[in-house]
């Protein structure tokens, strides 16, 4: 089984997650935040949060 690395420098979260990483000890490398509203009839939920981070991090993918 092969498991690759992604280089993240961004990443689009729904809120849970958003709160999830803004609670960790990731915070500290967010450079900014962008809330980003659904569109209407088109996205359901309540839109997402785009994250850039100061260092990149590598994530594992499968």
Partial sequence: MNI????K??????????LK????KDADNIKT???IPPRVGKDKGF???KIVY??????ASR
């Fill in 4 to 7: 690759d690395a992604v280089l």
């Fill in 9 to 18: 420098k961004e990443e689009f979260l729904n809120s849970k997650s958003f």
């Fill in 21 to 24: 990483v803004i609670n960790s």
């Fill in 33 to 35: 935040v962008t809330f």
């Fill in 47 to 49: 839109g997402q949060f």
């Fill in 54 to 59: 100061k260092t990149p991090y590598y994530c």
